[in-house]
């Protein structure tokens, strides 16, 4: 390129995103973005538009984590970036990396309140919601901007990264490559281990064990150590439980699967490792009675400031997982740490009578004419164990309590779901990122109240002739959909339990099933995942099933309603 070629901040964004290796962008487009999507797929980036903001901004998400690159996604500005920020903060929340770029209004107009169209000073309403909020105020600066971006998303604790853009700074312009400082970040998560000390210090804490457990959490997805984790639990025959996107770094039908013995491992385990797992509410904080009082923990975190957030952690072992573990197996072989047979064996004996009671539950399920949760789903189980390699993403509430515990998984960072704060409205956004990124068939196993949330975007996964097929498990509600408390207006919870949802993936163009048993529904998905095109399974069941809040109901307050 000749030097005196005017570059646009645009121009050289697109660049600096692509030199570090960043090709697909997720959206909405408007004032002040719309050239900018359109340049970025004349320079060969792939722009995916969609519907609404959070969609996109979930997406992008996504799209980290499952490549471990930073998602990249644009909005417009105001309304558009509040729609995107909650997803932004919910990246940030689950560490996944993502750079969320949104167009702005310029400074002296914002800083003066004269009020603009669309006007918000976005950078510091991001602040408390992401990592970290960076403003190009001159395109110039546009190279270093993407580095720092790409270098926060990605190092420590992946996480999600805000770029304000304004109007100004998109059209500026730079008439010499040589002074736009665009380059590819080096080594953007660099490895860390713990000292000798922290090792022998966990060491020593395992060979005393008797009743050790592995807690494999989605940091162990995402930090790609599925080998290293596999070899561990090989090696040390530690029985592991996987939190819900942490399914699949191991197979779930290891052998040293704990699954089905859940609570009772959990409960009597005197030493526990967590890998890449939070004790946070999923955990009960770390607290009794789904731990022992006196449990120790070995805990394999990115994030020293994770240590001691709930509980004393006694052995902590600050890095990337892949390198601790890659000091820790060898120390652990030299030492013959290995868990107690008769510890296996009580394991063991828990999950053989578990499964037994889920078997016959299962198989009385697929024998009744009508359709439930368990003969609904358990077709994708049976699905995913003929095509491991399918994507998984799963929310709601029952639904996602059910289909958590019916879906193997045999791959790691196959299961999208809810995440760390546990929110609806993430699946087709997740299964749109699921797609594209990897090319694989993709099934979103969606409550009917989730779908609601994000049910637009099956026009986008039409667009795309995404294979991605929807399953919709309608109860008519949140929760369920039978109850009302009043003669004048549906229940709170109460949703529309005749709908056809099946008829708005037809109404783009996709593939539309209605099922009313187990068979109907092993069929139609059988069916949809062999056309490889977008469709909805429309799965409807009784209104009256479905726990209310599902397994969190403990954490609902219930008040006494006769009381006025
Ligand atoms: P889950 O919800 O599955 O229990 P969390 O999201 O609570 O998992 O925990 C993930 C943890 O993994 C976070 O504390 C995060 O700091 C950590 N983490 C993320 N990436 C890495 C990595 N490469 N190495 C070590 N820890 C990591
Ligand atoms: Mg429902």
């Not at 998109?170 to 000292?195: C, E, F, H, M, R």
């Not at 596999?230 to 025959?237: F, I, M, P, Q, S």
Request: hydrophobic fraction near 40%; aromatic fraction near 6%; charge should be negative.
């Amino acid at each position: 390129m000749a030097d005196n070629v005017e570059l646009t901040g645009a121009a050289l964004l697109i660049d600096a995103l692509q030199e570090n290796g960043l090709n697909n962008m997720y959206g909405v487009v408007g004032i002040p973005v719309t050239d900018l999507a359109r340049l970025a797929q004349l320079k060969g980036m792939k722009y995916y538009g969609f519907r609404r903001e959070d969609a996109a901004v979930n997406a992008a998400a996504a799209a980290g984590f499952l490549t471990g690159k930073p998602g990249v996604a644009l909005t417009v500005s105001a309304p558009g970036f509040l729609n995107g920020l909650t997803a932004l903060a919910q990246a940030t929340k689950n560490c996944f990396p993502l750079i969320m770029i949104s167009g702005s209004s310029d400074r002296h107009v914002i800083d003066l309140d004269r009020g603009d169209y669309e006007g918000l000073d976005q950078y510091n309403v991001a602040k408390p919601f992401c990592k970290a909020a960076y403003r190009v105020d001159r395109a110039q600066d546009i190279g270093l901007a993407v580095a720092l971006a790409v270098r926060t998303a990605l190092s420590g604790r992946p996480g999600g990264v805000y770029l304000d853009l304004p109007a100004a700074t998109v059209s500026d312009t730079v008439n010499k490559k040589s002074d736009t400082k665009i380059y590819q970040v080096v080594d953007p998560a660099p490895k860390q281990l713990p000292t000798d000390t922290a090792i022998d210090r966990a060491v020593k804490l395992l060979k005393a064990a008797k009743q050790p457990i592995i807690l494999l959490g989605k940091g162990a997805a995402y930090a790609r150590s599925e080998s290293e984790v596999r070899e561990l639990v090989a090696k040390t025959k530690i029985p592991f439980l996987p939190m819900s996107m942490a399914k699949g770094v191991v197979p779930d039908d290891s052998q040293f699967s704990a699954a089905s013995a859940r609570s009772f491992s959990l409960g009597q385990a005197d030493v526990v490792i967590l890998i890449g797992a939070r004790l946070n509410w999923m955990l009960a904080n770390g607290e009794s009675p789904l731990f022992r009082d006196d449990a120790q923990f070995i805990q394999i975190d990115i994030d020293a400031t994770e240590f001691d957030s709930n509980r004393m952690i006694q052995a902590p072992l600050q890095g990337d997982i892949k390198s601790v573990l890659q000091k820790l197996i060898p120390a652990l072989e030299k030492d013959n740490v290995t868990a107690p047979q008769d510890w296996l064996d009580q394991i063991k004996q828990h999950c053989e009578v578990n499964n037994t009671k889920f078997a016959q539950r299962i198989e009385e399920a697929k024998e009744r004419a009508s359709l439930g949760f368990y003969s609904a789903i358990e077709p994708i189980d049976e699905l995913m164990k003929e095509h491991p390699d399918t994507y998984l993403v799963s929310e709601g509430a029952n639904t996602l309590d059910i289909g958590r515990n019916l879906i193997g998984m045999q791959q790691p960072r196959h299961r999208l779901d809810t995440g760390t704060w546990g929110v609806m409205g993430i699946g087709l956004g997740y299964a749109i990122a699921a797609s594209v990124e990897t090319g694989k068939p993709v099934i979103a196993l969606e409550g009917d109240s989730a779908f609601g949330f994000d049910g637009m975007e099956m026009e986008t996964i039409c667009r795309y002739k995404l294979p991605i097929i929807v399953v919709i498990i309608n109860n008519g509600g949140i929760y369920r959909g039978d109850i009302n408390v009043v003669n004048s207006q549906p229940g709170p919870t109460v949703l529309d339990h005749e709908a056809h949802y099946g008829d708005i993936a037809k109404a783009f163009g996709g593939d539309s099933y209605r099922v009313s048993n187990y068979s109907e529904m092993k069929a139609a998905l059988q069916k949809a995942y062999k056309n490889g095109r977008p469709a909805i399974i429309d799965a409807q069941i009784p209104a009256s099933m479905g726990a209310e809040s599902g397994h969190i109901g403990n954490l609902n307050p219930e008040l006494d309603l006769s009381q006025l």
